[in-house]
């Protein structure tokens, strides 16, 4: 459709001053553009997942080459990739990477030249990518953010027979839990590739006690070609395939070269107070008694139970709870608080886990429910009373450990609902006495809050990915917290010989993790080094002679540690740690979330060089969205002089939406993407939109077909009215392409503020009126969504609080430009095809194209049950 004229309206349910009559309307005269076309080549670009063309792109070469030196890795891929074509084309270089590892260099090599990029500052990068931008360069990544894995991808154009060679390096402290320490490759070449390797090199001085090496997509056929030598400290592991090992069949050009490449190795500990290794004037310590023994715990489990649960989730916290329950050992004491807006423990105090109270505990948790809204504040706080009233009344073991595991999967909304506040009542609490775990379900949960508040309180936050899996993610984490050997550990060291530690108190030591302390000698000329460790009244002393080894590892850590200052302490405590996480990041040039690494592409036909941008994802700040500037918007309509009816809009954090034929789009700003797909049915089809029963508030939209059958045989369908209603008031509000009415139970004069509450922009598009086939219609936009409770659900509804899913196996589409991939959602495996979508808030005229994945045949899969479900009798009704 075209004749697009400018979209002059936004209509604003929540966050204004309403002056309401009866019977209010006003005549609207806006336009329309209903074809979310294609996007601009460049934007296209740093946008859309690419897949090489096989016909003329060759991927030559693909190594990894990881070196690992006392835990710190040290990571090289290379990808060389050849232009066959006698034209110039675009060849991509994508690559998944551990999300604790930081990027130190990516650079490129065409025609014997090298493009290396620069670590800069976000602000000063962010500031040369946007002027790239708006002179009509080309310029961006690909940034994604996985369970464990990032994603950095790039593109650049290449002459005709010509080929680069893109070198990405990256570095990380390897974590030990449960007892051995981790090396994951994520390899996708998605071709076969003439010259294929991978090669992990392990120098641990302390000695190895195994090294096992597996892949996800190792066959018998491949198994023998991985090669693995292992010395006392030394071991070498290899895997280099060659084409015709790699085809999924013989003369096939599929490969079987698609997952993980893990290396898994611990080391030997023969002393209790670990390993010291010191070279060039700086030392790293690593502790991991293996012979201390198991502490018993009071451990207070708080279970959310709120509508948001509802479902799969529920079910896979209640066959969690089940496994954890058996792993208790009898000297430890537990208890049980589900909660909603109502906190009921299982049990009035902790109780001994013998087999008779588990037996019953575990009954219990198979009855435990979804329902009501969400006190986290009150939860916690009365778990914090019964490990307190335990120690007091010497119910529990003087040498225990106390700790607290909250799970949850939304926002709080009933009691105190104040994050700020919820940490600090929390915080005062607890005293440091005990340890609070806090595991946030899904992508509605609001992460760095509980991470926030995990690390207040001696513990740790983290994030259950809402899939088939999650069962294993809850215990998995448990197993991980669940047997704590020491607490308070201090390491000290001789203060006129050391200078410039990291952070060397440490809350907790658990069975199969590992404490690493690093820092600078003032004295190079030391022969040895005194180490003294203290733990719940534990303390041993111990010399360490030298070992080789660098001191990235030791900025590494200390940038990682003021990053977790950063988030906690006062403001200029926050201050001052960032501050120096910058100084370092730029110093060792670490791409931090503090930093940024800028690439300069070589000049093409479509102008001068152009700078990429490479970012570090990080699970607090994913939810989050940063707008350039604030929108303020307002319009007013009078039914009488009288009687005004004035809205306002106040752009904020966007959600899901609708518009169009109708097109709906789920924007995740975590994931720098979208979703979307379409409804197709018959016109006057009423949908559910927004249901939101603690609230109040219910959104319902009514579609309307073309005025007749285009040429093309096709009926597009809007929707043209929607019907809003707020329990709580008793006000209904109804707007359509030609008038706005509200209607009020009680009173015909109202003044309402609801500045708290949840804003919906509706746009009218105004279409040309003689035209043959199309008429006006509507789009339905979401402001500050989170403010609806975790049990709002509907077309939209249901996706407000974030949607968890994976995108693999990207290859050729119906079209060029739009790529088919296969997409595991809800349990489910689903053909996805990437495109474009039309979002008219940022740009009320034109709009902008918005990159999505659509799901096709009316969401199937990415909607809870059919698209039938939804439909409704009438505008205000639910069912």
């Known amino acids: 459709m075209s004749g697009l004229l400018g979209v002059r309206l936004l209509l604003l349910w929540g966050f204004a001053c ?62 060389m990739a050849v232009n066959k074509a006698n034209v110039s084309q675009e060849i991509f270089f994508e690559m998944e990477l551990p999300k604790t590892a930081f990027i130190t260099n990516f650079s490129m090599e065409i025609e014997s030249k090298m493009y290396v990029g ?27 953010s996985g369970r464990k894995m990032e994603k950095f991808s790039v593109s650049v154009n290449i002459a005709a027979e010509s080929n680069v060679t893109f070198i990405l390096t990256y570095e990380e402290l390897l974590q030990r839990k449960l007892g051995q320490y981790e090396i994951l490759t994520r390899v996708k070449p998605k071709t076969l590739v003439q010259e294929f390797e991978i090669v992990t090199n392990i120098y641990e001085p302390q000695g190895l006690s195994y ?129 909603d807006s109502s906190i009921e423990p299982w049990k009035e105090s902790l109780i001994k886990a013998t087999k008779e109270n588990v037996a019953e505990a575990m009954a219990y948790v198979k009855k435990i429910n979804d329902r009501g809204a969400t006190d986290i504040n009150g939860a916690v706080l009365r778990g914090v009373e019964m490990l307190v009233q335990g120690k007091q009344s010497k119910a529990l073991p003087d040498r225990s450990v106390d700790m607290i595991i909250l799970l949850t999967d939304g926002m709080p909304n009933v009691g105190v609902s104040d994050t700020s506040m919820i940490q600090q009542n929390v915080r005062s609490a607890i005293g440091g006495n005990m340890s609070l775990f806090c595991l ?20 740790l936050a983290r994030r259950i990915y809402e899939a088939s899996d999650a069962t294993l993610q809850l215990q998995g984490f448990y197993d991980e917290v669940s047997s704590p050997l020491l607490s308070e550990v201090d390491l000290r060291y001789p203060d006129n010989a050391v200078e410039l530690l990291t952070t060397n108190h440490f809350k907790q030591l658990f069975n199969g993790s590992e404490i690493v302390v690093a820092g600078r000698l003032m004295d190079n000329d030391m022969d040895n080094f005194l180490v003294e460790v203290f733990g719940q009244g534990v303390r041993r002393r111990n010399r360490a002679l030298d070992w080789d080894f660098t001191e990235r590892l030791w900025a590494y850590l200390t940038i990682q540690q003021l990053l977790d200052k950063s988030k906690t302490g006062a403001s200029d405590e926050k201050a001052n740690a960032t501050a120096k996480a910058l100084d370092m990041s730029l110093q060792y040039s670490f791409v931090t979330p503090l930093t940024s690494m800028v690439v300069t592409k070589p000049e093409t036909e479509d102008g001068p060089d152009s700078p990429l941008i490479a970012d570090k994802l990080t699970e607090g700040n994913q939810r989050k969205r940063v707008f350039k500037k604030t929108t303020v918007l307002s319009a007013c309509y009078s039914y009488r002089e009288s009687y005004p009816l004035c809205l306002f809009l106040h752009c904020t954090v966007v959600s899901p939406a609708v518009d169009g034929d109708p097109h709906f789009m789920i924007e995740l700003p975590d994931r720098d993407d979208a979703l979307c797909f379409n409804i197709n049915d018959k016109p006057g089809t009423i949908f559910s939109l927004v249901r939101d029963a603690q609230s109040g508030i219910l959104v319902n939209g009514q579609i309307i077909g073309d005025k007749k059958i285009p040429p093309d045989g096709k009926i597009n369908t809007y929707f043209w009215r929607f019907g809003i209603v707020h329990k709580n008031l008793g006000v209904r509000l109804e707007v359509n392409t030609q008038d706005i ?126 698209a039938t479900d939804y439909i409704v009798s009438g505008l205000f009704k639910t069912v």
């Open 741 to 866: 009415s509200v209607f009020q139970d009680v009173v015909i004069f109202l003044k309402v503020t609801l500045k708290d509450s949840v804003k919906f922009v509706i746009l009218l598009h105004k279409v040309w009126e003689k035209h043959p086939y199309h008429r006006d219609y509507l789009g339905f936009y979401t402001l500050d969504s989170h403010l609806l409770s975790p049990s709002v659900h509907g077309l939209l509804g249901q996706f407000y609080h974030g949607i968890e899913y994976e995108v693999t196996d990207l290859r050729p589409g119906e079209f060029p430009e739009k790529p088919d991939a296969t997409m595991f959602v809800k349990g489910q495996e689903l053909n996805v095809t990437r495109g474009w979508q039309r979002d008219f808030r940022n740009d009320v005229k034109n709009g902008e194209n918005v990159p999505c994945w659509f799901i096709h045949t009316n969401g199937t899969g990415l909607i809870d049950g059919d």
């Open 211 to 339: 090294v096992d090496a597996h892949a996800t997509f190792l066959s018998n056929e491949l198994l023998p070609l991985v090669e693995k030598t292992v010395t006392d400290k030394k071991a070498r592991i290899s895997f280099s395939p060659t084409m015709d090992q790699q085809r999924k069949c013989p003369g096939c050009d599929g490969t079987l070269i698609d997952g993980d490449f893990i290396i898994k190795y611990d080391v030997n500990r023969q002393t209790s107070l670990g390993d010291i290794q010191i070279v060039n004037g700086y030392f790293v310590h690593f502790f991991a008694p293996p012979d201390l023994p198991r502490v018993p715990k009071n451990v207070v489990f708080v279970i959310d139970r709120s509508g948001s649960m509802s479902g799969i989730k529920m079910q896979q916290t209640r066959e969690a709870m089940l496994a954890i329950l058996k792993d208790l050992h009898e000297e430890d004491h537990f208890a049980l608080i589900p909660f």
């Open 440 to 459: 946030g379900f899904g992508n509605g949960v609001d992460y760095g809050f509980l991470d926030v508040m995990s690390q207040q309180n001696k513990g």
């Open 118 to 144: 620069e670590v800069k500052e976000k602000e000063k990068a962010k500031k040369q990518y946007e002027k790239a931008v708006s002179s009509g360069q080309t310029a961006g990544l690909v940034k994604a």
């Open 18 to 79: 309403l002056w309401l009559c009866s019977s209010a309307s006003g005549d609207l005269f806006i336009s329309r553009d209903n074809e979310a076309l294609q996007e601009t080549r460049g934007a296209a670009r740093r946008l859309q997942k690419r897949s090489t063309n096989e016909k003329t792109v060759e991927v030559y070469r693909v190594a990894v080459d990881c070196t690992v030196t006392s835990r710190f890795a040290h990571t090289v891929m290379t990808s």
